[in-house]
Each structure stands twice: as structure tokens, then as C-alpha cells.
């Protein structure tokens, strides 16, 4: 795919973006693949950037919907492997690292569309199939918040593959618990909390896995103030592959659609870890994931309160659960309407 790089005068609107747009402080304001509209051209002139990257004219629609559904074709060849995987641990087999290993290469390469990759997990609905579609999203998010973060490729390669296997301990969940079609009871619950000792002890009979990993996979639900478990250990003690797939566990968790429970939209789920996350999570982390994922729902159809379709047209880095959105000739900034919200995004 070629690149261009043009004057923000010289920019039309429907042109991709090719590479992320970046403040002088480091900020993402537009990410690689948004599609540019009025708002976004002017809002980056008023911020005065002045060049940007763009696709060439070559890089077309029908190019984008074949990458869209090779990645769905991908995902749920991936998702099956994840299922066949859990399964055969419930049967009591050993864990096959090589497949995980061929996992996380598959996601490495599917990020090369990584703007596709975010609105596809945003409008996939597979609820029947939660456990195991949970599992390959949140490798997805980990691996993006890797590269936000500046870690090295070796490291986010482990990261990856930590993250595709942070659940395996779901495998000696018993099933009318593991597939409830409802909220758990505290003692349920209880039993379910044991799937991250179960995975790490599944992990750590495989030589080949680091302690880096290990270590993510039983922290994985450990909280900056102590409140997590199994360890019920805090701040710096909490492995930082576990930090990373903890915020991208409960983002997926919140924006997933279950048996019992509908999709939450990003910016919904945005407000609820923005609500308690400062105490659970790592700051900077956490920050760093969402001031860069919500830039990607740019350009994507959504239904407000009202019943009204608009466009996302711009989310600012300081307010991201409160998006500016496009209906008709109207610009409606979510932040100055608390009476209306985002209530689902469309395809």
C-alpha cells in the first residue's frame, strides 16, 4: 500500500489516514485508517498540523472490505483453535504451546489492519461463543496496548501469547458455571476465581513458557489497591503483562454481547473504567489505552438515545466517553448533551 505525504491543505475528504497523526506531546489525535472527513481536516489545521501521511488513490474501498472479511475468516479459525484447545485441557491433554505460538503470529499479522481489526471486534456478535471469542480479543487489545506502550516486539510477541492464554484455567471450571446464562452467585464466583491458579499451573508444566507469561496469567486479576486475587497483591508487584490484560480483560468483558446481557458500547464502557479504573488499574497504562483506542471509532455509524443515526467525527483525548457526532448537517458534542448518548454502533 502506497503513502503519501500532503499538505492538510491539499487533503480531500474521504482520504485514509496512513500513519497516526501525533501532537508535539505525544498525543494520538487521528489514527492510521481513519477516513477523513470536514471535521477531522479542520480540527488538524486548527491544531496546526500542517502534513499529514494519506493512502494513495489505489487504496480503495473493495481493497478494505477483502481485508475485512479475511480477518473475519481469520478470527473465526482462531476462535475454533481456542475452543479445541480449552477442550482438550478439559479432557485432561497437555497444552499445546506450538498452536498458541502459531496464535499469536496470526494476530501480529491480522494488526497490520489494525483499524479493522478494532471495529471488527466492535460489531462481531458470537455471544454462544463468549469464552473462547474472549480469549483471541483480548490478545488483539493486549497486543495494540503493547505497542502503545513502546515494548519491544519480543516482548510484546510474549505479551500476545500470555494474553491468548490468561483463561486456560477455565478449563477446570465446571460447565453449568462456566456457561451460566446469568450473573454468578458469591459462591460460584468463588469457584470461578480459581481459573487463574488453574492456568498458571496448567502454563507452568511447559518449560518453554516464560515466567513473564506465567506471571500474567496468575495476576491477571490483581488490582493496583490490593483488592485483586489470587494474590491480593498491589502496584509494582503486579506483573506488567498482568496489568496490560487486565483493562483489556474488562474492556472486552463490557463491550462483548452475552446470553444474559447486551453489548455495551465503547463509550459506555469508556465511563465505567474511567469511574473505578484509577484505583484497579495502572494509571499510565490505562490512560495510554484509552486516549488511543477511542480514536479508532472515528468515521463509524452509531444510533443515539433519540433514535437518530449519526457519525462519530471526532473523540478529543481529554473527554474520550464523549464523542463528537455528525446527524445530518448537525454536530452534536456529546460532552455539552448529557441528555443524549451513543446507544449502539452499526456495522
Request: charged share 25%.
Amino acid at each position: 500500500m502506497k503513502k503519501r505525504f500532503v499538505k492538510i491543505n491539499d487533503c480531500c475528504i474521504g482520504d485514509k489516514v496512513a500513519l497516526d497523526v501525533i501532537t508535539e506531546t505525544g498525543a494520538v489525535i487521528v489514527t492510521e485508517g481513519t477516513v477523513l472527513n470536514e471535521f477531522i481536516i479542520n480540527k488538524l489545521r486548527n491544531l496546526g498540523i500542517n502534513n499529514i501521511h494519506i493512502y494513495s488513490e489505489s487504496e480503495n474501498l473493495d481493497r478494505s472490505n477483502i481485508a475485512f472479511e479475511n480477518l473475519s475468516k481469520e478470527y473465526s479459525k482462531n476462535v475454533d483453535t481456542v475452543k479445541n484447545i480449552i477442550g482438550d485441557l478439559a479432557l485432561g491433554k497437555k497444552l499445546d504451546y506450538g498452536v498458541i505460538s502459531n496464535i499469536a503470529d496470526d494476530i501480529k499479522l491480522e494488526m497490520e489492519n489494525k483499524d479493522n481489526v478494532i471495529k471488527f471486534l466492535s460489531t462481531f456478535k458470537a455471544y454462544d461463543e463468549y469464552t473462547y471469542n474472549h480469549s483471541l480479543n483480548v490478545a488483539f487489545y493486549s497486543m495494540l496496548l503493547g505497542k502503545w506502550l513502546g515494548l519491544r516486539e519480543d516482548v510484546i510477541t510474549e505479551l500476545t501469547k500470555a494474553a491468548v492464554m490468561h483463561d486456560l484455567g477455565k478449563a477446570k471450571i465446571p460447565e453449568e458455571i462456566l456457561n451460566k446464562k446469568g450473573p454468578l452467585t458469591q459462591k460460584e464466583f468463588e469457584i470461578m476465581k480459581k481459573h487463574a491458579q488453574y492456568g498458571y499451573e496448567i502454563a507452568k508444566q511447559d518449560t518453554r513458557i516464560s515466567l513473564e507469561v506465567l506471571k500474567g496469567i496468575l495476576m491477571h486479576h490483581e488490582n493496583e489497591d490490593g483488592s485483586g486475587y489470587p494474590l491480593k497483591i498491589k502496584g509494582d508487584k503486579i506483573n506488567l503483562f498482568a496489568k496490560i490484560i487486565s483493562i483489556c480483560d474488562v474492556y472486552d468483558a463490557l463491550t462483548q454481547e452475552r446470553v444474559y446481557k447486551g453489548r455495551m458500547t465503547p463509550f459506555d464502557a469508556f465511563k465505567i473504567i474511567e469511574l473505578d479504573g484509577y484505583t484497579k488499574f495502572d494509571t499510565k497504562i490505562l490512560l495510554t489505552f484509552l486516549h488511543n483506542i477511542a480514536s479508532y471509532y472515528i468515521g463509524m455509524q452509531v444510533i443515539l438515545s433519540d433514535g437518530r443515526a449519526g457519525e462519530i467525527v471526532y473523540v478529543t483525548p481529554q473527554n474520550v466517553s464523549y464523542p463528537i457526532v455528525k446527524v445530518g448537517d448537525e454536530l452534536i458534542d456529546l460532552m455539552n448533551r448529557k441528555d443524549l448518548r451513543i446507544v449502539s454502533l452499526l456495522n
